[in-house]
């Protein structure tokens, strides 16, 4: 991992940071439109602060008094917001420094090549300043009322419990409208564009014990100090607050556009995911679903919040019933019938109403409204359901319908909600009482289920990545650059991996082994500058006796030969019959953000059917190996199928936790290594490596 350590700073520095009183706006002007998002921001959302202005030609912008420089302000300001072109920017930091401010938002881009942005970093380290910036649009503490934020926001906000955090200020400016449209309020907005030396991570540390924090939604173009992002992920789980990541790079195009933007190398997509799990983030692929997957988190009490894998509805509509119950069932959870408790109070007279879960009422509840409070609380009691939402949304009088969610929420420990199908089903007068009630509802029937399973998954994956990850020392390696199998076995060996035996035959010192191939047998060329064997013929299988033996030695010699190999072995392993095991590839690559990452997949004549592969980020728990084994489906083959035998899970699981721990032991030098492959015999066996290929740094 190369990436440039991020700052960590103190709590009250970075709440400072967040909460200053005194505001300094250098180069505001009321032609800029950055001025007047950030000014009129300022005056609009009622910050109780003291503003001042810094404009040289006027004595006053948009209502500000201004000053002709920094050195004439009346008090040092806490922050100061620098909306000047990059090449004034060194300067003006030097006058606000001067001041005693100790905090800087940077709007300008033109930072980007690694050298303007390290003499950048080298000025705020002289300087003893936090810069936010450059190129981004700052801030927004929407509790304190504090816009300092330059950027368009097409949407009204408002205060809330969801913390909007990334690199880009465009997407976060998008990200606030989707708020609004669906009731949901901002606790902070932050964007850290190009990070000179406060990165999103410091940000994520500091809203991990933000009060009016419940949720994270962050946007990450690059983690740049991973194992940071981790300590502050864990930092905000130990203080109930999820973590919701929305990653770009899953595409060729989308890495291009982040380098093109912030100058930042992203990892592959399947990596990137893996880092979020690992960190015991929720990963999301897109801004709306970041928000849905939110929705939950941000309108219950904490106190209400348990893993929900079941959940109960109550509809108007049929149509509503149906949607919600493929709602739930995309989302993996499960809709149980309706309890007796339930369906027994139904009046007698009642006609075509089905008992089902979702359950739709129909509109004959205006004729038996009395019974319905006590059918909704047996649901939201009933032991079967660890969640049950409300859904009336755009009929008359169905507020009412609604006041057992005010009854019940934060008095139970699950989450009870009202809801509506979609945004758009709900009318106007339902938005404006919703907005001035603190009543828990998410606008959405798909927003609804996925944030219920978002919540199950906040409990279900908590991130296996230990505390202090990555804060030890690696271990030196003591073997060649270029490793092959015979080199790997002892290393590996004493991780506990089973190496299949191997006798060597000959080598390129013409010394011949001692040791007697055991028929039938696979022989192999083994050298650092045969990587791949097989497409050199350098591998020759079902060899039957010691004259068959020994003409396939000279046939590999020759290819060394042929090859110009300058160090090279000639090994024998025995034939295993594979007929009733399964054989799997595993590998391990280090890449430049994440560390050491494992991965599996089905190898030998399965490779093609399925063509699933599971990653994940080093060490890995005996837990996350077996999700890795579901991912990539062979379950149900190593359970045993048509009269095959059961193979020996238990053996593989070992293998891929040690495999890992090697991975990460050796992380400083270990760049590929390549097991191809693991067989997993009948239980009872233990799994095999056949071959193995390492490259270290």
């Known amino acids: 991992m190369t990436a440039v350590r991020a700052a960590h700073y103190d709590a009250a520095t970075v709440e400072a940071f967040f909460n200053p009183k005194v505001v300094a706006v250098i180069g505001a002007s ?66 606000v420094a001067a001041t005693g401010c100790k905090a800087a938002y940077v709007l300008a881009a033109g930072f980007e090549k690694p050298d303007q942005m390290a003499a950048l970093r080298a000025q705020a380290e002289k300087l003893g300043l936090i810069i936010i910036g450059p190129n981004c649009n700052g801030y927004i503490n929407a509790g304190a009322g504090l816009h300092l934020w ?135 692929d897109t801004l709306d679903e970041a928000l849905d997957r939110a929705s939950v988190f941000a309108v219950t009490p904490p106190r209400s919040w348990r893993p929900v894998r079941t959940a109960g509805l109550i509809s108007i509509s049929g149509g509503w019933s149906a949607l919600m119950g493929d709602y739930f069932a995309d989302e993996g959870i499960e809709t149980p019938p309706l309890p007796e408790s339930v369906t027994k109070l139904l009046p007698g007279w009642v006609e075509n109403v089905t008992f089902n879960n979702p359950f739709d009422i129909t509109a004959q509840i205006y004729g038996f409204g009395e019974v319905y409070y006590q059918m909704a609380d047996e649901m939201i009691k009933h032991e079967g359901y660890d969640a049950v939402s409300i859904m009336f949304g755009n ?51 798909q927003a609804l289920a996925r944030g219920l399973a978002a919540m199950r998954d906040y409990f279900d994956k908590p991130g296996y990545l230990p505390q202090g990850w990555c804060n030890d020392k690696p271990k030196r390696w003591k073997g060649p650059a270029v490793a092959t199998f015979p080199d790997m076995v002892k290393p590996l060996a004493a991780y506990g991996l089973n190496c299949a035996g191997h006798v060597t035959l000959l080598d390129h010192t013409g010394k011949a082994g001692k040791g007697k191939p055991s028929f039938p047998a696979v022989l192999k060329l083994e050298s650092p500058g045969l990587p791949h064997k097989t497409e050199h013929g350098a591998v020759k299988v079902g060899i039957a006796d010691d004259t068959a033996c020994a003409a396939a030695v000279e046939v590999l010699a020759a290819i060394a030969e042929q090859q110009k190999l300058a160090t090279w072995s000639i090994i024998a392993q025995p034939m295993l019959d594979l007929s009733d095991s399964l054989e799997l590839l595993a590998g391990v690559v280090h890449d430049h953000v994440a560390g050491p990452v494992l991965t599996l997949g089905a190898g030998g004549v399965l490779a093609e059917l399925f063509d699933k592969h599971a990653h994940a980020l080093c060490p890995i728990t005996p837990e996350q190996a077996e999700l890795m084994i579901d991912r990539i489906g062979v379950r149900k083959i190593l359970n045993g199928y048509r009269g095959k035998p059961a193979l020996d899970t238990a053996s593989l699981v070992a293998t891929l936790v040690a495999l890992s721990q090697f991975a990460y032991d050796h992380r400083g030098s270990l760049q590929e290594l390549d097991l191809n492959p693991i067989v997993v015999p009948p239980a009872g066996t233990p799994t095999t490596l056949i071959d193995a290929l390492a490259r270290f740094d």
């Open 150 to 284: 330059t950027g368009p926001i097409n949407r009204p906000y408002r205060h809330g419990t969801v913390a909007l955090l990334g690199q880009s200020s465009g997407v976060l400016g998008a990200l606030c409208c989707l708020t609004w449209d669906r009731g949901l309020g901002i606790s902070f907005q932050i964007s850290t564009g190009n990070q000179v030396n406060f990165a999103l991570t410091d940000a994520l540390n500091f809203l991990a014990t933000n009060s009016d924090t419940r949720v994270v939604v962050t946007y990450v173009e690059q983690f740049g100090d991973y194992p940071h992002f981790v300590e502050a992920v864990q930092k905000c789980r130990a203080n109930n607050t999820p973590v919701i990541v929305v990653a770009i790079g899953r595409s060729e195009a989308g890495r291009g556009a982040a380098l093109g933007h912030t100058g930042a190398i992203t990892t592959t997509g399947a990596i990137t995911r893996a880092a979020i799990e690992a960190a015991g983030a929720i990963p999301v």
């Open 395 to 445: 009929w008359d009088g169905g507020e009412r319908f609604y006041a057992p969610v005010a009854t019940w929420q934060g008095r139970i420990q699950k989450p009870i909600l009202a809801s509506c199908i979609e945004t758009s089903a709900l009318k106007d007068t339902y938005r404006d009482w919703l907005d001035s009630d603190p009543l828990p509802n998410v606008q959405g029937g």
């Open 30 to 95: 009321p032609d800029t439109l950055w001025s007047r998002q950030l000014l009129d921001g300022l005056r609009g959302h009622g910050f109780q602060g003291r503003v001042y202005v810094v404009n040289p030609s006027r004595s006053s912008v948009l209502g500000f008094q201004s000053f002709k420089s920094v050195a004439d302000l009346p008090e040092k300001p806490d922050i100061a917001a620098v909306l000047l072109g990059a090449k004034h920017v060194p300067g003006m930091l030097e006058q």
